[in-house]
């Protein structure tokens, strides 16, 4: 792939204009608030758009559009199983906590409800996975251009890390947001069309599909058996596992996209947050995995595209997106796709670090190093952790090339660590009687019960390094049921735990727990910003796109 | 700040003004797997309407 003037003009002028946005943020900067929290300023719409804009990182692209090529539509199980009920109920039943509490953070939600080890071991957990993954992500991408452009790996991650650190470094949280927006519609202006002319060479969805196996085309006519589809999956382990436990743990529990809608100028806004959101997130896969499944048709029907082969052999689904951009975009064009990859790493990026940042600094700093302190010098802690998360990426980017392995293993790791937190969470809100040491043992046996079953099955060659008591066909099923018993085992623990032990007074729970909290009242508001009717629309949306796909 | 629309729909129409304007004058530019669409003038339109319409939309609640 080479690129043109016009294409690195492209990029350029996106460059400029996201540090443009930084540097006008940066007038609103007074306190460490304005700089970790937005302080509840940032109109709904926007919070909306970056609530899915920082999950839809470089690796979550060039990630669905590989499962696409790999799976088929059954990859969309992940956004319409997956993320958006999980959205919904976040928004219904959730954030009326999360905002009311009046928390700055998740770590520091746990605090209130429950007590300080919660928040140190949530704080902590949270804070070393946000570094793993912004490394591991903005390895990827290095890799990726290195590969496709010929880029140096050194000189477009260092480039790129450069760039978010500016601009965050200049507006804080309300800089990642506002650009977050502007990366959303970069993201689907510039792969909308490579999903179309994909689609359209392909012969439409009928002519694609007469070219592909039929499970390539369905979300769950190929679910009763795992043996039925490439996903090695059945029907309880994708809902249970995957429709529940992960994405609830993830959509629910996770502070880098909850701190977008706890930006929100009032409690209503941070409930229509992930509701609104829900709308485009519906539609994502028909521009990430759709290229996926065309680019497969396009090889069976010799089009002059083949899937690129990995050096080992078996094909490379990973430069499955960027191969079929270098095919139906021309030049010019492609320097918008380009720059519409950059946009979704930094995106990713800068909510990896504004989110690691407020923790940091409110969670851990704050409440074990130096309490009381002047808001200035939490400003301050708040900028040098920013420049810290940013290197300390960049450490993880270059340790992932050396260690591939370990990163292996962290992903594996990472891919289940949300899923005990939403028992907790869970627990925590609609059950009075739950208690901070409940908490605390039931996340820990959660993550142990997780790592220990990844220890005794293997499934692809993963996992199984104390014992190989059970096999699983594929990574996915591995991860979901992994997901399900850590769930399971922290629900457990955690009742079991606060049966024996002392809860907190009731007094001291407004505003944190289901039935002592006085509910926002919604009455009076047009039906389109009440919670309720959006998310019987969102619901009925997401029925049908299930029905056509099914 | 207050109004991001407006700094977003330059930058979407300033990209979508380059890309028609190459679309229209070096309209020859193809990409390699189907050389019948000129993509860059679509794809130019499409985002010159899109920044068009988030200054209009900008312009109009200020007025």
């Known amino acids: 792939m080479t690129l043109t003037f016009i294409d690195y003009l492209s ?35 926007i919070t909306s758009l970056a609530f899915i804009a920082a999950n839809l990182g470089a690796q979550e692209m060039i990630g669905m559009c590989a499962s696409g090529a790999k799976y088929g539509l059954m990859t969309a199980q992940f956004y319409w199983l997956g993320a958006v009920p999980a959205m919904i109920f976040v928004g219904l039943f959730m954030l009326p906590f999360y905002y009311g509490s009046k928390a700055r953070s998740v770590p520091e939600y746990l605090k209130l409800r429950f007590d300080e080890k919660t928040r140190g071991l949530n704080a902590f957990t949270f804070a070393v996975m946000t570094i793993f993954s ?49 990366q959303f519609f970069l993201i689907v202006l510039g792969f909308a069309p490579l999903s179309i002319l994909a689609v359209e060479k392909a012969g439409g969805w009928q002519g694609l599909s007469s070219h592909l196996q039929p499970v390539m085309t369905h979300t769950w006519k190929y679910t009763r058996h795992a043996s039925e589809n490439p996903m090695g999956v059945e029907i309880f ?72 082969l990995k050096a080992t052999g078996g094909y490379d ?36 670090v504004t989110a690691f940042n407020t923790v940091f600094t409110y969670d851990i700093y704050q409440s074990y190093f130096n309490k009381n ?22 450490a993880t980017a270059y340790l992932a090339t050396a260690f591939n392995n370990i ?53 692809e060659n993963k996992g199984g390094w104390i014992a190989h008591l059970h096999e699983f066909p594929s990574s996915m099923a591995q991860n979901f049921w992994i997901a399900i018993i850590s769930w399971t085992a922290c629900l457990i623990v955690t009742i079991l735990i606060s049966l024996f032990t002392a ?39 997401l029925i049908i796109v299930n029905i056509i796909f099914w | 700040m207050d109004d991001l629309r407006r700094p977003t729909g330059f930058l979407f129409t300033l ?24 993509v860059n003038l679509w794809c130019g339109v499409a985002l010159l309407v899109f920044g068009g319409c988030l200054l209009w939309l900008s312009y109009r609640a200020k007025s």
């Open chain 1, 11 to 45: 990029l350029i002028i996106y460059f400029a204009f996201v540090l443009g946005i930084g540097y006008m943020a940066k007038r609103r900067i007074a306190t460490s608030e304005d700089f970790l929290t937005s302080r509840h300023s940032v109109p709904v719409w």
């Open chain 1, 134 to 182: 912004s490394g591991i992500s903005m390895y990827a991408l290095g890799l990726m251009f290195e590969l496709v452009l010929k880029w140096s790996f050194t000189q477009s991650v260092l480039l790129s890390a450069a760039i978010v650190l500016v601009y965050t470094l200049l507006g804080g949280l309300t800089s990642a947001i506002y650009n977050e927006v502007v």
């Open chain 1, 237 to 308: 382990g994708l809902v249970a596992g995957l429709g529940f436990a992960l994405s609830f743990g993830y959509w629910c529990t996770n502070f880098l996209v909850m701190q977008r809608a706890m930006a929100a100028d009032t409690i209503h806004g941070a409930r229509q947050t992930p509701l609104i959101a829900a709308f485009p997130k519906i539609l994502m896969p028909f521009v990430v995995i759709f290229p996926g499944i065309a680019a497969v048709a396009l090889m069976a029907m010799s089009t002059g595209y083949h899937l690129p």
């Open chain 1, 317 to 352: 689904y990973d430069q499955v997106l960027t191969t079929l951009m270098a095919q139906l975009y021309p030049s010019g064009m492609l320097g918008i796709g380009l720059t519409a990859l950059m946009a979704s790493f930094m995106s990713g990026m800068a909510g990896n």
């Open chain 1, 373 to 394: 302190a002047p808001d200035q010098h939490y400003l301050w802690i708040g900028r040098v952790t920013t420049v810290v998360g940013v290197a300390l990426s960049i």
């Open chain 1, 407 to 459: 990163m292996d293993f962290l992903q594996l790791v990472f891919a289940f660590v949300n899923a005990p937190l939403f028992a907790t969470f869970l627990l925590g809100m609609f059950w009075k009687r739950t208690t901070g040491h409940g908490a605390f043992w039931g996340m820990v046996t959660g993550l142990a019960a997780g790592a220990l079953t990844l220890s005794l099955t293997v499934a």
């Open chain 1, 503 to 541: 809860p907190k007074p009731e007094t001291e729970l407004h505003n944190l727990v289901y039935g002592v909290t006085d509910l926002p009242h919604e009455a009076g508001a047009p039906w389109y910003k009440r919670p309720g009717p959006l998310a019987v629309v969102v619901g009925l949306v």
């Open chain 2, 15 to 38: 990209l979508g003004l380059i890309l028609t304007l190459y679309g229209l004058f070096d309209s020859g530019v193809r990409a390699p797997l189907d050389a019948n669409i000129n």
